[in-house]
């Protein structure tokens, strides 16, 4: 039986070419496959649980905070003075001065913890720091509770010794300047003059007068310290406290300051003199000084 033309076509096909015919490879876009990766593991479980909560910030870090410390110590020792048998200190702040004893509290801050002949412990009480100040041995003190001298006629009192660091220059010196007498009821003008070789800067110091028989009813600077700072505080128990700083000059015979005064009280003698006082050069050293006698002044009716 004859096989279908069909049959017989493809089996010429293969006789000649040995191997079966392939189809015809379309030519294209299919030339150059791309390589794909094989399937890896998944990154995560498929079926693992997920929070929806934020995301945690990461707590910052505090920086370490830097331990207290006391501020730069506002008060130097300008003066000391015996006050009832009870040594008192005077303490200078810039321009102002004012008189310390043990326990008092300086601007609700420094306490004063002790007074000793060569120095002064101060407090800071927020931070309980100590620190001593340096007491001047220069710096003269008198009793205030001895009497008032009889009127006479007194001689210059010896120059107070230089302190370490002080100038060898002559000592300044200073003299009142005043009526011998006065009648009650009118006041008067008593001034301190200053010569010095050296220039003087500051001059923190302390008057102390008869509060009996009269009332200070105004101080001022001097021509000496005119350009400068001055200030003061009146005790009225008897004491004048002032601070006064200028450009820094040597003096001849210059007014230094000028206290006015009004007799209060019953005819007698009226006394004023310094109780305490520290000149200082523009470097903030220590002056030599010869301080003046009392001043006295007869009060009339």
Do not use: C
């Amino acid at each position: 039986m004859p096989l279908p033309q069909k049959a017989t076509v493809s089996a010429e096909r293969e006789a000649k070419g040995g191997e079966r015919a392939q189809p015809p490879r379309a030519e294209g876009r299919f030339d150059a496959l791309p390589k794909r990766d094989g399937i890896g593991k998944p990154a995560s479980p498929l079926f693992s649980s997920r929070s929806w909560e934020p995301p945690r910030q990461a707590t910052p870090q505090a920086e370490p905070v830097a331990a207290p410390v006391a501020p730069p110590m506002p008060y130097r020792v300008a003066g000391r003075v015996m006050h009832d048998g009870v040594m008192q200190i005077i303490l200078a702040r810039g321009d102002s001065v004012l008189t310390v004893r043990e326990g008092d509290t300086l601007d609700g801050a420094y306490q004063v913890e002790r007074i000793q002949a060569d120095r002064v412990t101060l407090v800071y009480t927020p931070l309980g720091v100590r620190e001593d100040l340096p007491v001047n041995t220069a710096l003269a003190f008198d009793d205030a509770s001895a009497a008032p001298a009889p009127v006479a006629a007194a001689a210059p009192a010896p120059a107070a010794p230089a302190a370490a660091g002080a100038s060898r220059a002559e000592p300044a010196k200073l003299r009142w300047e005043g009526p011998q007498s006065v009648s009650a009821g009118n006041a008067f003008d008593v001034a301190l003059k200053l010569t010095s070789a050296e220039a003087v800067r500051a001059a923190p110091l302390q008057l102390q007068y008869d509060a009996k028989v009269l009332e200070p009813v105004a101080v001022r600077a001097g021509d000496f310290f005119a350009d400068g700072l001055f200030s003061y505080r009146v005790n009225p128990a008897g004491w004048i406290f002032i601070g006064a700083s200028g450009k820094g000059a040597a003096a001849l015979d210059a007014e230094f300051l000028v206290v006015r005064f009004k007799p209060i009280g019953a005819p007698g003698t009226a006394e004023l003199k310094i109780s305490s006082l520290s000149l200082q050069d523009p470097s903030g050293r220590a002056i030599a000084i010869q301080q003046p006698a009392a001043f006295r002044t007869v009060i009339t009716q």
